[in-house]
């Protein structure tokens, strides 16, 4: 066989060698009628572990391209080119060349870690199932009469909803607008994905924060664009950073999740929004401004959005209910100039033809209710509390060991590691001690640091969590 592995590439050697077995046999290199090599003999011609012969036709027979039999040796699979004609696709190959990337694997390893296994949960960006306000919620589904029609609704999301959003974001926001200048997404997720993949084109230049939530979102690289970041500081980003971005690299969108940010925490103060804003208008680059989290300032005071404060229609605002309400509603909006949210909801039609009627009519009931401001009151108080358990748990098994700025709101804390460790290790040793959490790395370029959400776990958890983790710590 002449063959090379190439061992510059990011993929897995037998992953290579099956796969230039499979185009062999696409070819007629290897016809069926002649058996393959023994996986000993193969491996001593290619000059490879024995091991990697064995993964390699191990995968081809997972997809039915070769038959190992005991005493006849390995042959191609008589059903590929025998009287029956069928083929196997090569869904490995299928995967690995979609345009839309998929997750990091360590992200998709901690979604899965906390899924299969009871683990202590500091890794999810939610609420807990208490926190929700389930009981508001089954008194609506249980007495409310539908709000219409329950055919495709309006491209940009139920009209009763949108009115609801107005007023919702006039009260808690500060935001004046209309129901024709919003759009209805599943989840702040969607917003950000319509805006990337409709405003923007492959090439073009946009700044991040680093870290932010959208540090590793494969999003900005499936569609090509080039990102560039803002280093966040205790009070968010340097404005004069967006003005140096600008002159290097022409950037044509700014993103900011400016109160309480995942993962920093981090509240913007006003003279920066000013100063933002001001940066945004002259050099005419939008701000994205990604608000889930404003509403749960402990303090209670209300803040001022840069929406609202956007005199010359530089900002599109995306929020959600995820984070105040239930995440599971997936219901999220964006407000910003009419021509713009038109062009989103023709994509949003393309991809789902709308939102679901019935989480929109639960979530306008709730936001119509008295309830809702119960609820957040209510939420911020066991917010705050859970701060605080998770600041004594840290104060308490990781003294000396760790560094974080107080949170005044939201759910996450970043924790700056004082000792210097493995990551991947250290994820594991945690997992083993039964507590999962988000490695700095997944989050932003620097080292040393990790994201503890506390709002998915009661206080107990917590403190619980947390011994567990400095255990792991203290275990490298
Ligand atoms: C800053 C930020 N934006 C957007 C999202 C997406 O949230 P959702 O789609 O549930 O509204 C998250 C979730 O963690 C987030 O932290």
Request: hydrophobic share 35%; proline share 5%; glycine share 8%.
């Amino acid at each position: 066989m002449d063959w090379k592995p190439d061992r510059k590439l990011k993929k897995a050697i037998y992953k290579q060698l099956a796969e230039y077995i499979e185009n062999g046999i696409a070819d007629g290199t290897f016809p069926p009628d002649r058996p393959l090599p023994s996986e000993r003999s193969l491996a001593t011609a290619l000059n490879l572990n024995r091991s990697t012969v064995v993964n390699a036709y191990g995968e081809l027979e997972s997809m039915g391209l070769i038959e190992r039999n005991r005493g006849s040796g390995t042959t191609i699979s008589k059903d590929i080119w025998g009287t029956t004609k069928k083929r196997i696709p090569s869904w490995n190959r299928y995967i690995e060349a979609g345009s839309f990337l998929p997750s990091q694997i360590v992200t998709q390893k901690i979604r899965k870690e906390a899924v299969d296994h009871k683990l202590i949960n500091l890794a999810s960006g939610e609420l807990s199932e208490e926190l929700f306000p389930k009981s508001f919620l089954s008194e609506i589904t249980s007495t409310r009469c539908f709000l219409g029609s329950i055919g495709y609704d309006h491209p940009q999301g139920n009209e009763i909803l949108r009115n609801t959003i107005t007023k919702h974001v006039r009260k808690y926001r500060g935001i004046e607008t209309s129901p024709s200048s919003i759009l209805i997404t599943s989840g702040a997720q969607q917003a950000l994905h319509l805006i990337i993949q409709c405003l923007l084109k492959p090439g073009d230049a946009i700044a991040i924060e680093d870290p932010s939530y959208n540090y590793n979102l494969p999003i900005f690289k499936s569609v090509g664009i080039q990102i560039h970041y803002l280093p966040v500081n205790k009070d968010g980003i340097d404005p004069e950073d967006i003005k140096s971005l600008y002159k290097k690299h022409r950037i044509k969108m700014i993103f900011l999740n400016p109160y309480f940010q995942n993962p920093t925490g981090y509240l913007l103060n006003k003279k920066k929004k000013e100063a933002i804003l001001d940066i945004s208008s002259k050099l005419g680059i939008p701000v994205i401004e990604d608000d889930p989290y404003s509403l749960t300032a402990f303090s209670g005071d209300k803040i001022s959005t840069l929406k609202s404060m956007d005199r010359n229609g530089n900002v599109l605002y995306i929020s959600s209910l995820s984070k105040i309400v239930a995440s599971g509603l997936r219901i999220g909006w964006i407000i910003g100039p009419t021509s713009v949210i038109e062009r989103l909801s023709d994509a949003k039609q393309q991809i789902d033809f709308g939102h679901s009627s019935y989480t929109q009519w639960i979530a306008n009931d709730f936001l119509e209710s008295q309830t809702f401001h119960i609820h957040i009151k209510g939420l911020i108080k066991e917010l705050e509390k859970r701060r605080d358990r998770i600041i004594l748990s840290l104060d308490t098994y990781l003294k000396d060991l760790v560094e974080y700025s107080l949170p005044q709101g939201g759910i996450h804390l970043w924790c700056k590691i004082l000792k210097n460790y493995n990551e991947i290790q250290l994820l594991e040793e945690s997992i083993k001690r039964g507590v999962i959490y988000v490695p700095g790395s997944t989050l932003g370029s620097k080292d040393g640091f990790v994201r503890f959400t506390f709002a998915r776990e009661d206080e107990d958890s917590i403190a619980e969590g947390i011994k567990n983790f400095g255990e792991a710590l203290k275990s490298l």
